[in-house]
C-alpha cells in the first residue's frame, strides 16, 4: 500500500508548468516570458517573443548566466515553426552543480529572423552562423552572418525538413 502511495499521479492535461526559479525572477522583474515543460533533466526552459530576447538575454546575463553552451535551431517540420534555442549556464568559482536554463525563441517558417545574441555571448558568432547556415534563421545584427558549412551559392537550408537534396552537387575547384 505504501508503494502505491509514493507513485506520482499523472498531470492533469489542463494543467500549467509550474515556474522555476529562474522564471520567478524574470517574472518578477518584469520579464515576459512563457514556461515550458521541463527537460529530462530537470533544466527550465522558457519561450521567449524574438522583440524580448534581447532584454531577456541581456537580463540572464546580468543574473549570472554568463556562459552561451550552445545555440542551434530545430526545425518542427513542414509547414511548421523553426525554433532558435539558447542553453545558458551559471559558471562561478566553486560551481557543484552550475544553473542551467534553455531558451527557446519560436519563429515563422516563412520570415524566420530574431536578434543575435552575439554582443552579450560572443561564443554566438559561429553558433548563430551555423544555424543560419542550415536552417536560414536570420540573426540580426551579427557581425558576419554568412554560410559557414555550405558554399555561398548553395540554394536552400539543408536541416529543414522539407529540404529537398539536389540529384548532384558540381565539385568545383576540387583539384
Known amino acids: 500500500m505504501a508503494e502505491e ?3 506520482p499521479l499523472p498531470a492533469a ?3 500549467l508548468v509550474k515556474a522555476g526559479p529562474i522564471s520567478q525572477w524574470l517574472t518578477e522583474n518584469g520579464f515576459e516570458h ?3 515543460e521541463p527537460d529530462k533533466k530537470g533544466v527550465e526552459i522558457i519561450k521567449v517573443e524574438s522583440d524580448f530576447l534581447l532584454p531577456i538575454s541581456t537580463a540572464l546575463y546580468a543574473y549570472g548566466f554568463n556562459y552561451l553552451q550552445f545555440q542551434s535551431g530545430i526545425d518542427l517540420g513542414p509547414g511548421q515553426d523553426l525554433v532558435s534555442v539558447y542553453h545558458l549556464i551559471k559558471v562561478g568559482d566553486h560551481a557543484v552543480q552550475p544553473e542551467e536554463i534553455r531558451v527557446k525563441v519560436f519563429l515563422p517558417r516563412e520570415n524566420p529572423r530574431v536578434p543575435s545574441v552575439y554582443w552579450i555571448w560572443k561564443t554566438a ?3 548563430e552562423r551555423e544555424t543560419y547556415d542550415m536552417f536560414g534563421i536570420v540573426y540580426e ?3 558576419n552572418l554568412k554560410r559557414l558549412l555550405m558554399p555561398e551559392d548553395w540554394v536552400g537550408w539543408p536541416l529543414r525538413k ?3 537534396s539536389p540529384d548532384f552537387y558540381e565539385l568545383q575547384d576540387a583539384y
Do not use: A, F, R
Request: glycine content about 6%.
Open 125 to 127: 558568432d559561429w553558433q
Open 162 to 164: 522539407d529540404y529537398i
Open 13 to 15: 492535461e489542463d494543467s
Open 5 to 7: 502511495d509514493s507513485k
Open 34 to 36: 512563457e514556461c515550458l
Open 141 to 143: 545584427g551579427h557581425p
